[in-house]
């Protein structure tokens, strides 16, 4: 393979030669030598066995980050939990975690699958032959099939018999995998529950937005119709609903505040008598429990309220803290003490609505006299649903899965667009109640707005990317840019500071924000449930690493320097653009060790939850319902995000597999590490919904972009392969080709073939008898409890209990009279059980009330 003729001037100060000299990291990475790989793995294995040991040495002292979800006492032997970690086999995961665990697990065993035998021939077959190709190439460019000189031409048909060989390896395991994903999803038993059999319905046309004519509708079907809920418009319900939530929290905040008050001007107080007071009086002044002056203060604060407080209403919006004559904080604070509020302005001047001119009450008081309306006014909207407007969707539950199949294939109206879409398998507690209303036209006009808005993103984040690349060459840049001549007289170690830890860190603080970006735009497209917005999220940021991290990174040089030479023979600049492919896997390997290893090792340590814990938490948890948040919300899986940067190491690892086949071996290693994480926070650590598993079929769609795209490359280097002017390895190129076409046409069939197996039930034999059994159950629960499950599609709304005031008890004992007075004056619900102040007047908490929501 004849050796290009390097350019007459390395860089230009110039559009142009800024590019070339700067943005085209993956081909510049050719100069990079094995030494600095061999820092980066250095750098990459030391960070990732330091976050590993500190994650054996603090997992068995703190269980509640570690192992939450284990079923026994941990144990302090890292081999034990390994051992149990790969004890546990695919249908206990799949019983106990979920089948959305299962088949991630399952899919980063297919990963492994992939990859481990492509290892093997890569680095026994391949690997060899690049070394040996005579070429004159060094450093880790010798390893890559540039290296082949044009006189062993004949050596690269190895290169296509092993590209033939992995892509039909990949497509076999891609064809077992869809099919176990199917059986799986079909007879998994808990399909055979609410959600396999319930038909969300959507655009229904007003005059159908009637439970009995929708029976009627789709009481044809086998089986017959169960049940109908008909959805409505609960903004306004819901809407109050969100502040009463609101008002819980300031509400219990405030009371909390003013407990911890009185119980600290209560310690100074008798800190400051203790200096004065000697003898038995200091004993007695120290334990508030004990004081006799402060006994009797209570015994005359705790009476019954008067006749006048007590008769009054909950919601009087004039009610004041002189509501009760004798209120315990009396004797600690004064009124002075007390937090205040300013209302609203009810005034139709400029500062109308505006509550920094409004008259200042009491905050407590006023925030229980809200909280007595809001809790008066849900329960009443709470009985009355049919108040509400009709929305343009339903819930169609019938007594088998088949009947909601064919109830999702039929056509239900002759109107275009109308009682469509529909779909099974939507989980009540995946269900997102404000986007069950939107009509066809206002969620197409969400999905073109979110996709424009997308498609600028993933255009402009390219050029921040391409500033940490100038950043990361600014040594170069000074070289030529007059006005970077400061850089040369920086010192050499602050030059390689900048230039080696600012831009990994400056791009992995824009990526870090991403995701977060991306799914608050799909949330905006009206997805009905969560799991449709997580496969959308998967898609778009699959995108978005695909375009930014593989192209933008690989193709940056190569079109720069296509720029450079449109002024001179495009031949040899197209030439020279594929020649260099295989040289641009040098960035990779890099980008592999680092990212795989600190993502898998950042994943096991749980940095975010350490952070939450020791950081967040002192800081922002100060009232018992905060931290008892904080003590039950496990980490969830998010599969949207965590998905495509898997999928984006299988585009790299799959592309450079035959031009750079050490990639392999890096390949290999990330995914185990990935493997060891992953499946010891699924056991232990990762609360997983179950959504059906729908993630799957997105996922292994991905994997098919690295087979285009390797295959493509490999094309593109064997028609570059030339020795004085003549192609050499046409035939190689043209067998690549075919394979390329014959992988898409396997990818049709595959995704056409399977489609609707992935979204609709199977009609068979075995079917058939699981659904009578399931008709006859049906109609048996139906006669012994008609409304056991009549609340599964029912608006969470008008199922959200009360809920109940929770403060800390004090020694004091102003939390009992606070928690009495707002009993017996706001008919609120109020509990101080199992929670407490500390010595140093801070909440603890060791359960939860019973009535706790």
Not at 97 to 116: M, N
Request: proline share 5%.
């Amino acid at each position: 393979m004849t050796k290009l003729p390097a350019p007459s001037t390395p860089c230009q100060w110039s559009l142009v030669g800024l590019l070339d000299c700067t943005s085209g990291l993956a081909v510049k990475a050719q100069a990079r030598s094995v030494g600095a790989l061999v820092a980066v793995l250095a750098a990459a294995t030391s960070s990732f066995l330091v976050q590993v040991i500190l994650f054996a040495l603090m997992r068995s002292g703190l269980p509640r980050i570690y192992e939450p979800l284990a079923y026994q006492t941990p144990t302090t032997d890292a081999f034990t939990v390994l051992r149990d970690v790969f004890a546990l086999t695919d249908r206990n995961i799949c019983t106990k975690r979920g089948r959305d665990a299962y088949f991630f697990l399952r899919y980063l065993e297919l990963l492994l699958k992939i990859f481990i035998p492509a290892a093997v021939l890569g680095l026994a077959i391949l690997l060899p032959v690049n070394l040996l190709g005579g070429n004159g190439d060094t450093g880790l460019a010798s390893l890559t099939t540039s290296n082949v000189h044009v006189r062993h031409s004949t050596w690269l048909w190895t290169h296509v018999a092993v590209a033939a060989a992995f892509t039909s390896w990949t497509c076999f395991l891609v064809h077992y995998e869809m099919q176990h994903y199917i059986h799986v999803r079909h007879t998994w038993n808990k399909t055979a529950g609410v959600a396999s059999r319930t038909v969300f319905v959507q655009d229904i046309p007003p005059d159908y937005l009637d439970s009995d004519k929708l029976w009627r509708l789709f009481a044809t079907l086998p089986g017959g119709v169960k049940k109908v809920w008909i959805n409505r418009d609960f903004a306004t319900l819901r809407k109050k609903v969100k502040s009463r939530d609101c008002t819980v929290d300031d509400l219990e905040a405030a009371e909390t505040r003013l407990i911890q008050m009185c119980s600290r001007l209560n310690h100074e107080r008798d800190a400051s008598l203790t200096l004065s007071i000697k003898g038995l009086w200091s004993s007695l002044v120290q334990n508030p429990a004990l004081n006799p002056n402060r006994l009797e203060s209570l015994g005359s604060l705790r009476g019954r309220p008067s006749s006048s407080a007590k008769d009054r209403h909950a919601c009087d919006s004039n009610c004041s803290i002189d509501d009760d004559d004798h209120p315990a904080w009396k004797a600690y604070i004064s009124t002075s003490h007390r937090e205040t509020t300013r209302l609203r302005s009810l005034k139709s001047d400029w500062t109308s609505g505006l509550s920094l001119f409004g008259a200042a009450v009491d905050k407590i008081c006023q925030l229980r006299c809200k909280l007595a309306r809001l809790n008066e006014n849900i329960a009443l909207d709470q009985t009355r649903p049919e108040a509400f407007p009709l929305a343009n969707s339903a819930f169609v539950q019938f007594h088998s899965e088949l009947a909601a199949s064919l109830c999702c294939q039929a056509i239900a109206h002759d109107k275009p667009r109308c009682m469509m879409p529909r779909g099974v398998g939507i989980e009540p507690d995946t269900i997102i109640w404000d986007h069950l209303g939107l009509t066809w036209w206002q969620r197409a006009v969400r999905v073109i707005f979110v996709f424009c808005l997308l498609s600028t993103l993933i255009a402009l984040y390219s050029v921040p990317i391409a500033l940490t690349s100038f950043l990361a060459k600014i040594s170069l840049l000074a070289e030529v840019a007059p006005w970077l001549s400061w850089v040369r007289r920086t010192p050499a170690p602050v030059v390689s500071i900048v230039q080696g830890i600012l831009p990994p860190t400056f791009l992995n603080i824009m990526l870090a924000t991403v995701p977060m970006l991306i799914r608050r735009l799909v949330q905006s497209e009206g997805p009905p449930d969560t799991a449709v917005a997580e496969r959308h999220v998967q898609h778009w940021f699959f995108l978005f690493l695909l375009v930014q991290v593989f192209f933008v990174v690989t193709l940056s040089g190569s079109l720069a320097e296509t720029a450079v030479g449109l002024a001179g023979d495009a031949a040899q600049t197209l030439q020279h653009i594929l020649s260099s492919i295989p040289k641009a896997s040098t960035f990779f390997l890099s980008y592999m060790a680092v990212e795989g290893l600190s993502t898998s090792a950042s994943t096991l340590l749980q940095v975010d939850s350490l952070a939450r814990w020791f950081i967040y938490a002192p800081l922002l948890d100060h009232t018992a319902r905060q931290k008892r948040s904080r003590q039950t919300t496990l980490k969830t899986l998010e599969l949207g995000t965590v998905l495509p940067l898997l999928s984006n190491f299988v585009v790299i690892a799959s592309v450079y597999s035959i031009l750079a086949p050490l990639m392999l071996a890096f390949a290999v290693v990330v995914f185990i590490t990935f493997m060891l994480a992953y499946r010891y926070n699924i056991l232990y650590v990762y609360r997983v919904t179950d959504t059906g598993a729908h993630f799957l079929p997105t996922a292994i769609q991905h994997i098919f972009p690295g087979l285009y795209i390797m295959q493509l490359c490999l094309t593109g280097h064997f028609f570059a392969v030339s020795d004085g002017g003549r192609l050499i390895c046409i035939p190689q190129a043209l067998v690549v080709l075919i394979s390329f076409f014959g992988t898409i046409l396997f990818h049709c069939t595959l995704r056409c073939g399977t489609w609707p197996l992935l979204e609709f039930k199977a009609m068979t034999l075995r079917q058939a008898s699981i659904d009578s059994v399931q008709a006859d159950q049906s109609g048996t629960l139906n006669s012994t409890m008609p409304n056991a499950l009549d609340n599964d599609f029912e608006d969470w709304v008008l199922r959200v209990p009360t809920p109940t005031i929770w403060l800390p008890r004090d020694a004091l004992g102003v939390s009992d009279n606070e928690v009495q007075r707002t009993k017996q004056l706001f008919n609120i619900d109020v509990d101080n059980q199992h929670a407490a102040l500390d010595e140093t007047g801070r909440v603890i908490i060791w359960s939860h009330p019973f009535n706790y929501p």
